[in-house]
């Protein structure tokens, strides 16, 4: 960029007009030759030992690099792989003009969260992977999570947010159950609608797994606490320690008014391998030890029920939860933080940068390995795991290499602590409380292509109707919701009018 450009650049108008003749000033060559902007990190040595975020984040002048390299495609395919359809080359070519808060709105136009979504979003498989640097010039794609979180955090910290545009209210009562991703994304499109829309959480908190199930070092509360806090500005409301279907009925919350219902109560039911000794003293869930470190200062030992951790911790388990888990119990203090994982670390269903962090974090990678037995002391607490070596097969339904055991391979580990990271089931207690609910034979809900259930005004989404999945595919399923649910009022509701 030339000088004069560079002066000119960051005057203070940044109007449409000067966007355009900055696309014109660089040329797509130039733009290809930048090289993709590496995220800053803490130290992991410093960062092991705390709760201080990872990822630092981008300064203007990376970010304006990195947006110059985005090349306005005519069919922008990483749309496509966004599964909230955020405008992405509109947002970076803001960034790149210099309206930091112009991104953020264009990003709020179709996303609820953000900040979040730009540090726990698994952009590497989904808008990333569609980027024509990938697709079609071998390079790495444009940093499109990174600009995003770049963007939210500028308009946060700038003191400046906007609310997006909502319309007239229209006194329509909705309800939302949890207030994960999913749940907090419907309400606020809802919202925008003109919605009278209420929130119901079970925990003492809000945010759902984004509060209990990430940690501090990969998404501070105070942003999920942010995120929340413009939703509240947009009229939503929101009421804690209510669980719907215990606390009041679906039929309950009918007779107060409310005309139709999304579901976002999650997969918070943790699954276990069933094997010897599984019961032990010292062997918990990772849904449990996070629940108790994020939201019940569990990892404090002057609080009355601190989490059982240990020296020798092993999570048995390859996926984002398992990381969080395990790099959580590093910071405790575990000398030996170990993950057991039964294929290869190629195949781990974790994100390419937390296994990259918890490497760098001095985490141990037992891999082709699982676990057949655990055995305890005369008190019942577990002391050892044995482990059964395994080989990779054919592919299986998910497309990875199926785990094969290997005879004779056994061999076992001493453990003080053992945190099983090996999947989730939905919760319950609404499919309980709904006999005529149609479900799945793993329990998950059925809909249709609204997100509506089998009950007429029922719609749900997120992990409740996947099973576990990213916060990304959860935002995706309440946003198609709350046009599902608005097609459906006006359809029935004010149809009938």
């Known amino acids: 960029m030339t000088k004069e450009l560079d002066k ?8 449409a007009e000067w966007r355009n003749k900055l696309r014109k000033e660089i040329k797509s060559k130039e733009r290809t030759n930048v090289v993709r902007v590496h995220m800053p990190e803490a130290d992991p040595n410093v960062r092991n030992k705390s709760n201080i975020e990872v990822n630092k984040g981008l300064t203007l002048e990376m970010a304006v690099s990195e947006s110059s390299r985005c090349l306005d495609c005519v069919v922008p395919t990483c749309v496509s792989g966004c599964p909230v359809g955020t405008n992405i080359p509109k947002f970076v070519k803001y960034i790149e003009s210099g309206d930091i808060l112009g991104a953020a709105k264009v990003l709020k136009e179709n996303n609820s969260l953000p900040a979040i979504c730009g540090r726990v979003c698994p952009q590497e498989i989904q808008c990333e992977a569609q980027c024509v640097y990938v697709k079609k010039l071998s390079k790495e794609g444009s940093a499109i999570g990174y600009l995003e979180r770049f963007a939210a955090d500028y308009e946060r910290e700038s003191g400046n947010s906007s609310i997006p545009e909502l319309a007239s209210p229209n006194g329509i009562k909705m309800a939302v159950i949890g207030s994960g991703p999913a749940g907090l994304t419907v309400a606020g499109e809802l919202a925008k609608f003109g919605y009278d829309v209420t929130v119901f959480e079970a925990l003492h908190d809000l945010g759902g797994v984004l509060k209990y199930g990430i940690p501090e070092f ?15 500005q947009m009229g939503v409301k929101f009421i804690t320690n209510f669980i719907v279907g215990k606390t009041a009925s679906i039929n309950d919350l009918k007779n107060e008014g409310f005309k139709a219902f999304f579901v976002a109560s999650g997969a918070g039911l943790p699954n276990f ?35 059982h951790t240990g020296k020798n911790v092993v999570i048995v388990g390859g996926g984002n939860t398992a990381m969080d888990s395990v790099r959580t119990a590093k910071r405790m203090g575990a000398e030996r933080a170990m993950i057991v994982y039964r294929r290869s670390q190629e195949e781990m269903p974790a994100r390419a940068e937390e296994v990259k962090h918890a490497i760098e974090e001095g985490i141990e990678f037992i891999n082709l390995a699982s676990p057949i037995e655990y055995f305890a002391n005369v008190n019942g607490m577990v002391t050892k795991m044995r482990v059964q070596k395994m080989q990779l097969g054919e592919p299986d339904a998910s497309g990875r290499r199926r785990p094969q055991p290997i005879e004779g391979s056994e061999y076992d580990i001493d453990v003080d602590s053992v945190i ?26 059925k809909v249709d292509e609204n997100m509506m259930t089998s009950i007429p005004g029922l719609f749900a989404g997120g992990d409740i109707v996947r099973g576990g999945a990213t916060v990304i595919l959860a935002m995706g399923d309440g946003r198609k919701a709350a046009q599902g649910m608005h097609k459906y009022i006006n359809e029935t509701i004010l149809a009938e009018v």
């Open 218 to 232: 990969r998404l501070p509360k105070d942003i999920v606490d942010f995120e929340i806090n413009t939703i509240k």
């Open 273 to 307: 391998m069933n094997i010897p000794g599984e019961n032990f003293n010292g062997i918990q869930s990772a849904n449990e030890f996070l629940t108790r470190v994020n939201l019940m200062n569990g990892a404090d030992a002057n609080f009355d029920t601190p989490v």
């Open 8 to 15: 000119e650049y960051y005057k203070a108008e940044r109007k």
């Open 420 to 445: 099983i990271a090996v999947g989730v089931s939905p919760n319950p207690i609404i499919q309980q409380s709904m006999p005529d609910l149609e479900v799945t034979k793993w329990n998950t809900i």
